[in-house]
Structures are given as C-alpha cells and as structure tokens.
C-alpha cells in the first residue's frame, strides 16, 4: 500500500482584478470550470482586510471544498506582497498567505495574477508543449508577463514596468490606456510593436503570448505587427488567472 496522497481533480482560483473578484473550482484535468463562475465587486478602497473580506464570500459561495489558489496583481514573494502600482498602497508588505489562511480558513497558495495566467496558458493553451523561452504578456489595467524557460516560471518578471518612452511601458501599452484615450486598433497596434520589440530585444523569446481581455480580439491589433518572434494570443483569455491559481493551490 502506497501512502502518496492522491492528486486533486478540482481545486478553487480566485483572481482579484481591479473591478471583480473571481472564483470557480477547475477540473484539473482539463484546465476548465467545473461550476459557475461567482464574480464579486471589489471593494473600495482594496484594502487588505475588505478585499480578504470579499476573497472568503467567494470562496463561500464557490461551495466546493478543495485547494485553493488565489492571484495579486503585485510582485508575490514567499507570500509577501511586495509591489502595488494598480492596488491599495496598503498591501505593500502584507503576507497574503496569512491573510487568506485566516480569511478562508483553509491553507491558501497566493501568486501573481499574470504568474498564474501564464502558467495556465503554459498547461491547457497557447504554450502547451513550448519549449525555450516562453513569455506571456496580459494587457488589462496594467500590463503583466509570465517567462517561462522549458516551462518552468522564473516569477515575478514585471515586464510591464519596462521602461519606454519616457514611462513605464503599461502607461504606454496596457488595454486601459487604449480604451481611456480611445486609440484606434491600427494606433493601438503600433504602440504594441514597439513594447513588444523592447521584450524581443531583452528576452529573444521563441515564443510571445498575450493574454488579457484583448486576446479575445486578436484579428484587430496582430495583423499589424511585424515582430521577428512569433506572436500568438492567449486560449483561455479572463479565465487564465483563475485556473492557474487553482493549479498552484497548496
Ligand atoms: C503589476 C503586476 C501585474 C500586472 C497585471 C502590474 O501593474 O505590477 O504585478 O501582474 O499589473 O495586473
């Protein structure tokens, strides 16, 4: 008799996005949602305590017991919230791990959101089977990435405060900014190429996904770059994060 204990086949993510917290349980066989999807506002301010207040209602009414991951849109290191250029300024220095172990009341894995959409794209989408370097760009508020070498994540890459332009690259090329100042595909396009040359030229990946809202509008803005290095968009586009964050649950 063996006594490893037996592989989960669903485990819970919640992704925390600027607007919505989003949970569901994943069949990890599969990489898809096992159950709706529960979508809770996000609080304001996103302060650690309401956010982790809103991060256990989900968890509540996910109503599947299992591991549970959850995202951060910052730098997640040992547990430890250590950036916030789109969050409450308050979670600088914050253990995320503790807050939701004593939240949810169950032990909790935290990552980085874009960590955990790449690593989701890595396993069921885009990347599948890709070998080399791998990078995953998601254009939303602000813009993430994921690296990954022969699939394994080297976390916490912060690609989208690159600087370019005089700026961080996410002020230039982040999804929000081509919808606040409502850029044309073809302008918004052209902003993409040159972020997504200074990633060529820093990484020389073999391969770029881009993950994000946009990815589900790919023909508008892809026709138009010229890159040397493939570009391809992400497959399971808003529902990345929640599904790598199952996949790291603890
Ligand atoms: C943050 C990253 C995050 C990205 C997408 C950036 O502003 O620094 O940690 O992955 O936004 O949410």
Same mark, same amino acid.
């Given at each position: 008799m063996s006594d490893a204990k037996a592989a989960p086949e669903v485990a819970i993510g919640i992704d925390i996005g600027g607007s919505g917290i989003k949970g569901a349980p994943v069949a990890l066989n599969a990489g898809t949602f096992a159950a709706t999807r529960v979508r809770l506002l996000t609080p304001t301010p996103a302060t650690p305590d309401a956010v982790a207040e809103v991060v256990a209602q989900v968890w509540e009414q996910v109503g599947v017991d299992g591991p549970l991951g959850v995202t951060i849109p910052g730098v997640v290191r040992d547990g430890v919230v250590e950036t916030a250029a789109n969050i409450d300024? =308050?979670?600088? =220095?914050?253990?995320a791990v503790d807050l939701f172990t004593k939240a949810t009341g169950r032990a909790v894995g935290v990552v980085n959101d874009a960590d955990a959409a790449g690593i989701a794209e890595m396993k069921y989408g885009a990347g599948r089977d890709r070998a080399g370097v791998v990078v995953m760009l998601t254009l939303g508020t602000g813009i993430g990435s994921a690296v990954f070498v022969d699939g394994t994540l080297v976390p916490n890459?912060?690609? =989208?405060?690159?600087?370019?332009h005089h700026m961080d690259a996410e002020e230039w090329a982040a999804e929000s900014v081509r919808e606040r100042e409502n850029l044309s595909w073809k302008h918004y396009a052209h902003r993409l190429q040159s972020y997504l040359e200074l990633v060529e030229r820093l990484l020389w990946p073999q391969l770029i996904v881009i993950g994000g809202g946009v990815s589900k509008k790919s023909e508008k803005f892809l026709p138009h770059l010229t890159l040397r290095t493939e570009v391809v968009p992400a497959?399971?586009?808003?529902?990345a994060g929640i599904v790598g964050a199952a996949l790291l649950a603890p």
């Open positions: 300024r =308050g979670w600088i =220095g914050v253990n890459t912060e690609l =989208g405060h690159l600087p370019l497959q399971l586009h808003n529902d």
